[in-house]
């Protein structure tokens, strides 16, 4: 396999300094302008340390005494610089509220390797940060680069804080600042709020008995007329849950995953056997010997992007891990310095599954396989083995239906009736996979049943089956990779035990984004390294926090809603159990295909959500409230498909935003609710993924927020805006007497600390509570300043305790409790799907067919199964768009100045061979044309992305987060420049011809938005 170094030579000349040249020109200038005069052209405070401000403390070289900077405060707390969530530490000034600086949390396990435990007072914690006793930097946290801007999006110019209604048409830009209480009046109750109608407000929808449909009763009540949305789960999400589904009582809920990372949590689902939650794992990057990752990038991205990045730097430097990157494009994933022991392996955008399976038959073929752990067919067996959970690879599957032989199916009864089948290796007879102590991997054949003679075949079988399919050099020449390549790294992942693993992620968001994701993530079944030393990991997990917890009940309450009906995405609902399916097979219609797909698998999806909407099927919507969800800009080929839509208040009658900036998608909003960023909120979460101990992260404001106070005097926030909303609508819970504790006493919801205070108590109580603060504690990680909030909130007994999880940013697992011998402490103990029958026994609507119930190659298709290669030929549109996630910016950090300064632009990666016919150089302007749209691009010829493939870094291209002067009370918005620097691939991103209407390209079987292997060809400018 050739190595990263021999890749790339020649590269270095012609894309190194060429993308420094176009990325970080500016970079280059600053750093020359401040050695000689300082950063700012002006000679700096101090020949030393510049222009730094004082330490936040001081430390005693002798007696190791601390003493604070009363000037400064420091807090640990949350960042949300990007989807990862770190633990971070943040330095502001007592004085103004000004944050200074913000670095890593030693007690977080995303910032701290190992993380201190929980018990360290806050003093030692902060001692562990110095050099204090020649430590050097082995006590260090740090935060990422885009972690140290974010914070300026706290005093960002273009910040939204006041509420604003629309001046004129939507979208023109033009706003209007009015009062918390008259914007939740005239969404509440409605009326001619534009002078363009009557609107209806929230009033006239909620309601949660009536049909929406009579023709179509199983759509639900007119309450689903309502659709809120949200950006991500940052902590905040089940207070907006809470109001959505069980309050206002909606169905139609989401988040952004759909356009972001579903065709790996849908894949990892599938492997998993968990197409409820999506569970999904990372490898045990500590321990781990070699790592695959396919579109994923440790380092450049994914979550925990930090984390990531930096086991995997002190793995390759201390020699303790081997590591390949698959994907269309060199990233900052890889390394120069350590480039024997880390390979970049090109690929044709949108193959990975190709390679995968050439993988998986190689492995199979060379009987490479754990066979013991897989021939486990139960829990007793697994356990025989030393193995913490089994699979299905020996489970019999019912052909006719696509779901697994069960005793039932025989004849069996009691505990036997629902146990899956087996041909036991023992006796050679059909047996409980339960009491099997061995079953037979390949085998297919029949059996008899109270019906009669079934055709069945082992789930092994079946994968094995599809992965030869095709040759290891036919599926290299799909690829694009060399069959020799393919094998061996098959050759090598299976050559470590248990201490090999495979990932994946947003690389794999394609039109066949679900069976590629699958078919990677089936390469750790193959080799039975979940929950081992090394292996896959779950996520260590959290502590309960909004769930009915030790100290109080935050999940449910006093005459709560349940949401009814089919969701506007149609997923998760048989379309067979629809009056449309009953109506066609009445009238002897076939009742496929449907008029756009059903996706009987997937989550709700934001995807489909507004699409959906504006093509009026199932239904339409008549109000829309989102939460800093910006779909224009993230889901590729939305801002086509339905900006103007967006724009015309007869197709969407009502549309609230609340965010703290105006983006892509909330500029087309009615009306604007200003709320807290970064530093200022109230917030819990739980590690994604990447942690193999418990952690929960706390998030409070460190700092006092900036937007508008309501009449009340409270801030006006996202949470204020559902009490006050839910309060006049007389909603239940929230209001007084809505949150129960252990004894059953009820207490307020009118405060966002009404919520995040009680969530906290959960988290101190849970399993042995925690020590309570002390006072030093207090002092000195700046928690005084919510004393008051606490004792206001909370039982007097509770007060401390979570004052203690504040003071550390959260409640952590010591680093001690990851493994218990060879096995991860946190396990992922329910059984691996080698075949999955909640995808192999339904069916796809749009074809009548099931679908396949294990990993198999597929081409980019649409969503009516024709190739997309078949509609836009190659001899057309001869390359393929790529997207990586920068390193540097996040979709929502374009306002951060230093990062601009840093990384003002993404210049698309185009290879020598695909520039040289139209006469390409670095820095040349470059048209990128698709079915569905074009943009101009700065180009940037390297050897750093495969031929065929255009790259493009997300991140860029904005139009507004300050890339357009809105007119706010009459007033322009000011004009700083550089917001909308580079291009954004979603604005180029392809609609489905074969659906028609507004439907964007998308994963044809999960839904998921496909932002990889789109069709494209390049344009001199």
């Known amino acids: ?421 087996v041909i036991d290796a023992q006796t050679g007879a059909p047996l409980a996979h339960t009491a099997s102590a061995k079953g037979v991997l390949f085998h297919e054949g029949s059996v008899e049943t109270a019906t009669g003679p079934v055709a069945v075949k082992t789930g092994l079988t079946l994968l094995a089956e599809e992965a030869r399919r095709k040759t290891v050099t036919e599926y290299a020449a799909l690829c694009g990779v060399e069959a020799a390549v393919i094998e061996a790294l098959a050759r090598e992942f299976t050559a470590h035990g248990k201490r090999a693993a495979i990932d994946a992620h947003g690389g794999t968001m394609s039109s066949n984004g679900f069976y590629t994701a699958w078919s990677i993530l089936m390469l750790n079944v193959l080799i039975g390294n979940w929950n081992w030393k090394g292996g896959m990991s779950p996520s260590g997990g959290g502590f309960p926090s909004f769930a009915p917890g030790p100290r109080y009940d935050l999940k449910t309450f006093p005459a709560m809603t349940k949401p009814k009906g089919v969701f506007l995405s149609r997923s998760g609902f048989p379309y067979q159990k629809t009056s449309e399916f009953k109506r066609r097979v009445a009238a002897g219609e076939n009742p496929y295909p449907t008029k756009a797909p059903w996706y009987p698998f997937s989550p709700p999806l934001l995807t489909e959500y507004l699409t959906s909407h504006f093509d009026g099927y199932p239904y339409r919507l008549k109000a829309l409230v989102s939460f800093m969800a910006n779909p224009i800009y993230g889901h590729s080929g939305l801002r086509a498909a339905i900006e103007d839509k967006m724009k015309d208040p007869a197709q969407l009658p009502l549309f609230v935003a609340i965010d703290g900036f105006i983006n892509e998608t909330s500029a087309l909003a009615d009306y604007i609710v200003p709320d807290s960023v970064m530093y200022e909120s109230w917030g819990w979460t739980t590690p994604w993924s990447g942690t193999v101990t418990k952690c929960s992260t706390a998030r409070w404001p460190v700092v006092e927020p900036r937007q508008d106070k309501a009449a009340s005097g409270e801030r006006i926030t996202m949470e204020l805006f559902f009490i006050e909303v839910s309060k ?106 080698v075949y999955n029958e909640d995808v192999g026994s339904k069916v796809n609507t749009m074809t009548g067919k099931r679908f396949l119930g294990v990993p198999t190659w597929y081409p980019q298709r649409f969503a009516d199964g024709t190739p997309i290669r078949e509609i836009y030929p190659e001899s057309e549109w001869p390359v393929q768009l790529s997207a990586y996630k920068s390193n540097m910016q996040s979709s929502y950090s374009i306002g951060a100045p230093r990062l601009r300064q840093i990384h003002p632009n993404n210049p698309v990666f185009i290879h020598p061979d695909d520039a040289a016919p139209l006469g390409l150089a670095s820095g040349d302007a470059v048209r990128i044309v698709t079915p569905s749209g074009s943009m101009v691009a700065t180009a940037l010829v390297v050897d750093g992305v495969v031929k065929g493939a255009v790259a493009i870094e997300h991140g860029y291209g904005h139009r507004e987060l300050g890339a357009r002067r809105h007119v706010i009370d009459g007033i322009a918005q000011p004009d700083t420049g550089g917001f909308s620097a580079g291009v954004n691939l979603n604005d180029v991103g392809l609609l489905d011809p074969t659906r028609g209407g507004s439907a964007t390209l998308g994963d044809w079987a999960v839904g998921a938005a496909a932002r990889q292997a789109l069709p494209a060809r390049l344009e001199r400018v």
């Not at 003493?67 to 990007?82: I, K």
């Not at 007592?94 to 435990?117: C, E, K, M, Q």
């Not at 794992?281 to 930096?310: H, L, T």
Request: glycine share 12%; proline share 6%; with cysteine.
């Open 1 to 421: 396999m050739s190595t990263r170094r021999n890749l790339l030579k020649g590269a270095a000349a012609v894309g190194g300094l060429a993308a420094f040249a176009a990325g970080y020109a500016h970079t280059a200038e600053k750093a020359v302008t401040g050695l000689s005069t300082g950063s700012s052209g002006k000679a700096p405070r101090e020949a030393v340390t510049g222009n730094a401000f004082d330490p936040e403390y001081r430390v005693d070289p002798v007696t190791g005494a601390l003493e604070l900077n009363p000037d400064q405060a420091v807090s640990f707390t949350m960042c949300l610089g990007c989807n990862t969530m770190c633990g971070v530490r943040v330095r502001s000034e007592t004085a103004t509220g000004r944050i200074l600086r913000v670095a890593g949390n030693p007690y977080h396990p995303f910032s701290g390797d190992p993380h201190i435990p929980f018990e360290t007072p806050v003093r030692e914690a902060l001692l562990s940060l110095t050099r204090q006793g020649e430590k050097g930097l082995s006590g260090r946290s740090t935060a990422c680069g885009r972690g140290n801007a974010a914070l300026a999006q706290v005093d960002n110019p273009y910040r939204v804080l006041k509420p604003m209604k629309r001046v004129g048409p939507r979208g023109s830009g033009q706003w209007e600042t009015i009062s918390f209480e008259q914007l939740v009046e005239e969404v509440v109750e409605g009326g001619d709020l534009f002078g363009e109608g009557p609107v209806e407000g929230l009033r006239a929808i909620h309601d949660t008995e009536t049909p929406l449909d009579p023709e179509n009763p199983e759509y639900g009540p007119k309450a689903n007329q309502l659709a809120v949305i949200n950006a991500t789960t940052d902590g905040r999400d089940n207070l907006i849950q809470r109001f959505a589904l069980n309050s206002f009582g909606t169905r139609n809920y989401a988040n952004h995953g759909a356009y972001c990372g579903l065709s790996m949590r849908t894949g990892s689902g599938a492997t998993l056997d968990d197409m409820k939650s999506y569970a999904h794992g990372k490898p045990d990057f500590s321990n781990v010997e070699f790592a695959i990752f396919m579109g994923s990038a440790p380092g450049n991205a994914g979550k925990p992007y930090k984390r990531q990045g930096r086991l995997v730097a002190r793995a390759r430097t201390e020699g303790i891990m081997n590591y390949v990157i698959v994907d269309p494009t060199l990233t900052n994933a890889t390394s120069h310095a350590a480039a024997d022991r880390n390979r970049w392996v090109p690929i044709t955008p949108g193959t990975d599954s190709a390679l995968a399976l050439g993988m998986i038959r190689w492995i199979l073929d060379n009987e490479r396989h754990d066979a013991a752990f897989l021939s486990a067919p139960g829990p007793r067996a697994a356990e025989a083995l030393g193995e913490t959970t089994h699979t299905n690879a020996s489970h019999l599957v019912n052909l006719k239906t696509g779901k697994l032989l069960r005793g039932a199916d025989l004849g069996w009864d009691g505990d036997r009736a629902e146990a899956a089948v």
């Open 728 to 833: 006049r609508l007389g909603l239940p819970g929230f209001g007084d007497a809505v949150i129960a504790d252990a004894e059953g006493a009820l207490h307020p919801l009118n405060r966002p600390e009404d919520w995040y205070l009680r969530a906290g108590a959960n988290v101190a109580y849970a399993g042995k509570p925690v020590a309570d603060a002390s006072d030093d504690d207090i002092a000195l990680s700046g928690v005084a300043r919510i004393m008051g909030e606490l004792e206001a909130a909370l039982k007097p007994e509770e007060v401390r305790k979570v004052a203690a999880l504040y003071a550390r940013g959260g409640r952590m697992e010591n680093a001690d409790k990851a493994y218990d011998g060879e096995h991860l402490t946190r396990a992922y103990t329910n059984p691996l799907a």
